[in-house]
């Protein structure tokens, strides 16, 4: 397959105050973009050519950096503007609920190992909510990995390359993690990624 730039499922200036016009007019007008660009001609000729997006990302980490970089980057990006949506945040569907209370003890404490992940990862990078064995779990990766790579299946991931606030927050990390996941999160889409990983 190759791979195609979606459209954002709302308009640039949808996120505001959290997250600017600005911010996504870079973020996926041309960040994206160049993932898009970059990976499908580094894909070309490949063995990975026809491949799914899961199976080239997975198959060519620690194989070939510069696809893997474009292809995982494409992956986290293309979750990563359905996993927000306007007046996002709120309350956790039942189930996701459960087994993140389970996990964690509390969402409050999700919350907190969550916004710790993303602020103490050192440079670019993400942090995530992923099922692995069947329990949630908190990580972080550097640059375009993904939980995908530590065999887990990524349900949540927020950016943390300063591409994704720079504009909006500056240094102020801390305070972007904050807003993505007390206003930003589309829960519903997070429950439905937890319940096709635990099914
Ligand atoms: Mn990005």
Same mark, same amino acid.
């Given at each position: 397959?190759? $791979?195609? !730039?979606?459209? #954002?499922?709302?308009?640039?200036?949808? #996120?505001?105050?959290?997250?600017?016009?600005?911010?996504?007019?870079?973020?996926?007008?041309?960040?994206?973009?160049?993932?898009?660009?970059?990976?499908?001609?580094?894909?070309?000729?490949?063995?990975? /050519?026809?491949?799914? #997006?899961?199976?080239?990302?997975?198959?060519?980490?620690? %194989?070939?950096?510069?696809? &893997?970089?474009?292809?995982?980057? *494409?992956?986290? *990006?293309?979750?990563?503007?359905?996993?927000?949506? =306007?007046?996002?945040?709120?309350? !956790?569907?039942?189930?996701?609920?459960?087994?993140?209370?389970?996990? &964690?003890?509390?969402?409050?404490?999700?919350?907190?190992? $969550?916004?710790?992940?993303?602020?103490?990862? $050192?440079?670019?990078?993400?942090?995530?909510?992923?099922? %692995?064995?069947?329990?949630?779990?908190?990580? %972080?990766?550097?640059?375009?990995?993904?939980? #995908?790579?530590?065999?887990?299946?990524?349900? !949540?991931?927020?950016?943390?390359?300063?591409?994704?606030?720079?504009?909006?927050? @500056?240094?102020? @990390? =801390?305070? +972007?993690?904050?807003? $993505?996941? /007390?206003?930003?999160?589309?829960?519903? +889409?997070?429950? /439905? @990624? &937890?319940?096709?990983?635990?099914?």
């Amino acid at each position: 397959m190759s $791979f195609t !730039l979606p459209d #954002l499922p709302y308009a640039h200036d949808a #996120l505001q105050p959290y997250m600017s016009r600005e911010t996504l007019e870079y973020h996926h007008d041309k960040h994206h973009l160049a993932y898009v660009n970059n990976g499908n001609n580094l894909l070309k000729g490949t063995e990975w /050519e026809g491949k799914s #997006l899961e199976e080239i990302v997975v198959g060519s980490y620690g %194989k070939n950096a510069g696809l &893997f970089n474009n292809a995982g980057q *494409h992956y986290n *990006h293309l979750h990563f503007w359905k996993w927000m949506k =306007p007046n996002g945040g709120g309350s !956790l569907p039942g189930e996701l609920e459960k087994a993140v209370v389970s996990a &964690f003890g509390s969402v409050d404490k999700m919350k907190e190992d $969550f916004i710790a992940a993303g602020t103490t990862q $050192f440079g670019s990078g993400w942090a995530w909510l992923a099922v %692995k064995d069947g329990k949630v779990i908190v990580s %972080k990766t550097p640059n375009g990995e993904s939980p #995908l790579v530590q065999g887990a299946t990524p349900i !949540l991931g927020v950016d943390v390359w300063e591409h994704s606030y720079y504009i909006d927050y @500056r240094n102020r @990390r =801390p305070d +972007y993690l904050k807003a $993505f996941i /007390e206003n930003m999160v589309n829960w519903e +889409y997070v429950a /439905e @990624r &937890f319940a096709a990983a635990t099914k």
